[in-house]
């Protein structure tokens, strides 16, 4: 059983997931995301300046809590905690990753959708879990079922998650906190239009948790 602490997931009701394109991005967005009150961060590993944005982050952003995400295996979960990744979450599961998520003792969601992948989850000693991707597994319907049989699990759904529906699934008690693409639009980055981040996570980040 894992006995990593996940106290951080109630700061922010959300937690964007990012994917850095260009590294001097990674601080002023971080920067950005913290100002409106965003402070758990998941730095993807989705391109190749994931390890060192995670690295530059936690020296240069007072209050950022950094995460690692699209962790697909035991080299690049040891990588992220290298980096100083402060939490990992995986689109999916693995005895590897269990094995790396128990030894490390590092937050650990790994993906499940279907109530085969929750209880493999559970069994490895997991109690929160990604629910990736939410919009096309069934949405908030899904995981308030799942409050039937797991009902001492709980789920941040990913994949579909926006400021329009969040609210959907955060209601849901069963929910801890949602993930998403939608705080880091590519346009508001590549222009550097900062102002515009942190207004968008300052919405996100009055959203009930
Ligand atoms: C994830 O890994 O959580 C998803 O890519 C997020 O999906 P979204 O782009 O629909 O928010």
Redesign the pocket.
């Known amino acids: 059983m894992s006995s990593a602490c996940y106290d951080f997931l109630d700061s922010a009701p959300v937690i964007p ?1 990012i994917a850095i394109e260009n590294l001097s991005h990674a601080v002023p967005l971080a920067e950005a995301l913290v100002a409106g009150g965003i402070v758990n961060l998941e730095i ?1 590993l989705r391109t190749e300046h994931g390890l060192d944005a995670i690295r530059l982050i936690n020296q240069q952003v007072a209050g950022a809590h950094v995460g690692v ?2 962790v697909c295996n035991a080299r690049e979960f040891d990588a992220a905690i290298d980096a100083g990744a402060q939490f990992v979450v995986s ?1 999916g599961q693995s005895d590897a990753l269990f094995e790396r998520a128990l030894v490390t003792n590092i937050p650990f969601l790994p993906g499940a959708v279907t109530a085969t992948e929750v209880i493999a989850a559970k069994e490895a000693g997991f109690r929160i879990l ?1 629910f ?2 939410a ?1 096309t597994s069934g949405g908030a319907a899904a995981i308030k079922a799942f409050s039937g049989p797991f009902g001492d699990l709980q789920f941040v759904p ?5 400021i329009h529906n969040a609210n959907d699934y955060l209601s849901l008690p069963n929910v801890r906190a949602v ?4 705080l880091t639009p590519s346009d508001a980055i590549n222009a550097e239009r900062w102002d515009h981040i942190t207004h968008i996570a300052r919405d996100a980040s009055q959203l009930d948790a």
Not at 158 to 162: A, D, E, K, L, P
Not at 179 to 182: I, L
């Open positions: 997931v993807t995400g699209t689109p990604k990736f991707p919009g990913t994949g579909g998650v926006n993930g998403g693409t939608w």
